[in-house]
């Protein structure tokens, strides 16, 4: 295998991760946040943040990473349209994603302390659930469509 291959293939599996971590736990979370059932959502939100870390996070790194060193290996143009949006698109995922990290890990300890106390979820719970799901939708719509940059290169401009 040629190492253009072998940093393709790596690259192609941590996207596998990256998206399929975070769409996979974004259906967790936010299906448990309309169940209404407090241990649940302590047992969800404490496995999300793990899959963020263990999963997540380290995919988030080897993506750019192989990235770079396929473009320089196919010596693709650095200003071709489609990759500088395709960067674009994934700064600002990171940029959405960031916050989630922080919001999921004090979710994970609100409904824990809820859990154990035998309370209701408090309002902070809720207020971090909402900006949580607000910050998604673009993470989600943006990766999607470097998905799409990544497969088909079209010509945007120029």
């Not at 736990?25 to 448990?32: E, L, S, W």
């Not at 395709?86 to 300890?109: D, E, H, K, N």
């Not at 035998?118 to 719509?141: I, K, S």
Request: proline letters at 6%; hydrophobic letters at 55%.
């Amino acid at each position: 295998m040629s190492g253009f291959l072998l940093v393709k293939w790596i690259h192609i599996l941590s996207s596998t991760v990256l998206v399929g971590t975070g769409f996979g736990t974004a259906f967790y979370m936010f299906f448990v946040n309309r169940s209404g059932v407090v241990a649940a959502q302590a047992v969800v939100t404490r496995l999300v943040v793990r899959a963020d870390w263990w999963l997540t996070t380290p995919a988030a790194v080897v993506q750019p990473v192989t990235g770079f060193v396929m473009v320089y290996l196919a010596g693709y143009p650095w200003d071709s349209p489609w990759l500088v949006v395709s960067f674009a698109l994934y700064l600002i995922t990171g940029a959405c994603w960031m916050p989630v990290v922080g919001l999921q890990i004090r979710m994970a300890a609100l409904a824990k302390e809820a859990h154990e106390s035998g309370q209701p979820l408090p309002g902070e719970y809720w207020d971090h659930a909402r900006r949580w799901e607000a910050l998604g939708y673009p993470a989600f719509v943006a990766m999607l469509a470097v998905f799409y940059l990544m497969v088909h290169k079209p010509v945007l401009w120029g």
